[in-house]
């Protein structure tokens, strides 16, 4: 079945080549069509454009569907192009003329739209939330070791004294910024589609309005052509988010499995969070994080790949539009996985409390052992020539009873307010 069926058929290459795997990107987004269908036959009910009975037959029919999909039971055979012609067809068959009525005043182009636009307004708020219990994770474990130092690195060189306190919360206070971006993307979801049909709007006189406040949108999309033009838009406005959130977990997988590796020995991990080698018995190899690393680098490129899709496009709907579906829905099932692995496998973290006492990082206090000659007197660029001269003699003796008072540096977190920071979001 297809909505656009006018009685004769397609090319099956041509049906097989334009459907695609929409049919299994469709079981994610059936709910929603079926949200977005209640409300349109709530609408047609009360604006007399169907009978009141009417709507309530339909509404009862989608809580049908809607169960059958929350049990994992609804299908999408062959036969059927994509989820609104087979929700449409079980509506018919167990309605007649009345299912019929479900599509007055809508197009497929609009349907798509407004599922879309749901979808992504609850997923956006599920990475919130696990982007913030990952942020919690963080920020405990920053007061937990945040006496515990740790070198810090410029150009992969020993540069200066770090913490595994800045270290953890230096991530916790990035998923903020990546979260402003997400609430962002949420802001461009949250507008309903929905009435705009196929780009231009209806004869019918429905009420856009209703169907805002019945879907749960704070904002309508009013100018119908800007709707369609939303399409692709909506997307990539998640996708720059949930970029914006892999920069930073693939950032710190790239840390840890640096940090895991023998020459480092920062962190570890149970063995059960690990791999091995199928000849070398002593391997016990961070795979979770170089695939959280691996995706997170795939999801970056999302926006990317929707720019490619949708730019130059005239306005209007185009069949181009269909492919940012295949790039969006993994990209979002990668994102919360990689969110969810992080944050499972850091609450088993192990830090090493005895990395500086290796003689290889005394020269991490070189810059505080000048410091202290500033301090005394000397004027700094003289303390610093008198400092490379000692270190290139070898007679150097590093101040290790460093103290960092500033905002934001490893003697003063700031947990309480990133945390706060956090708290307004």
């Known amino acids: 079945m297809k909505l656009w069926d006018k009685g004769f058929s397609t090319n099956k290459k041509i049906d097989h080549f334009t459907v695609g795997n929409d049919r299994e990107l469709d079981l994610v987004l059936a709910k929603y069509d079926v949200i977005a269908s209640q409300a349109h036959a709530k609408m047609l009910g009360q604006t007399g454009l169907i009978t009141q009975e009417e709507a309530q037959l339909l509404v009862k029919e989608l809580d049908g569907i809607a169960k059958s999909i929350k049990k994992d039971e609804f299908t999408i055979e062959d036969s059927f192009e994509d989820m609104h012609s087979k929700i449409e067809f079980l509506l018919i068959e167990k309605l007649g003329d009345t299912g019929k009525k479900i599509h007055t005043a809508r197009s497929r182009n609009d349907q798509v739209l407004v599922a879309m636009h749901l979808y992504l307004k609850q997923e956006l708020t599920e990475i919130t939330e696990e982007v913030k219990t990952l942020f919690d994770l963080l920020l405990k474990l920053a007061k937990k070791h945040q006496k515990v130092l740790l070198p810090g690195y410029t150009h992969l ?52 309005s209703f169907t805002t406040k019945e879907m749960g949108f704070e904002a309508l999309k009013y100018n119908v052509v800007a709707a369609q033009m939303g399409r692709g838009k909506v997307e990539k406005a998640a996708a720059f988010g949930m970029a914006s959130i892999a920069s930073t977990l693939s950032k710190l997988a790239m840390d840890i499995t640096l940090y895991m590796s023998q020459n480092f020995d920062f962190i570890s991990f149970p063995d059960e969070l690990t791999t091995g080698s199928s000849i070398m018995p002593h391997k016990k190899n961070p795979d979770v994080f170089e695939l959280i690393r691996a995706k997170c680098n795939k999801i970056q490129g999302i926006p990317n790949q929707l720019t490619l899709i949708t730019n130059n496009l005239p306005s209007g709907y185009h069949r181009d539009l269909q492919l940012v579906k295949e790039n969006i829905v993994p990209a979002i099932q990668d994102m919360k996985a990689s969110i969810a692995l992080m944050t499972f496998s850091l609450k088993e973290v192990k830090v090493n409390t005895t990395v500086l006492d290796d003689p290889k990082y005394d020269y991490l206090f070189s810059v505080d052992t000048l410091n202290e000659m500033v301090k005394n007197g000397m004027p700094f660029r003289d303390a610093y020539k008198t400092m490379g001269k000692a270190i290139e003699n070898g007679n150097f003796k590093p101040k290790k009873d460093i103290k960092h008072t500033h905002e934001g540096s490893l003697g003063n977190l700031c947990l309480e307010d990133i945390k706060a920071k956090m708290a307004q979001l």
């Not at 997400?182 to 507008?191: E, G, L, P, S, T």
Request: hydrophobic fraction near 45%; avoid cysteine; charged fraction near 15%.
């Open 157 to 208: 060189q020993i540069a200066m004294p770090s913490s595994f306190g800045l270290w953890f919360s230096a991530y916790a206070e990035s998923l903020i910024d990546d979260l402003y971006f997400i609430n962002a993307a949420y802001k461009v979801a949250d507008q309903n589609p929905l009435g705009s049909a196929a780009g231009y709007g209806s004869s019918f006189p429905i009420d856009r």
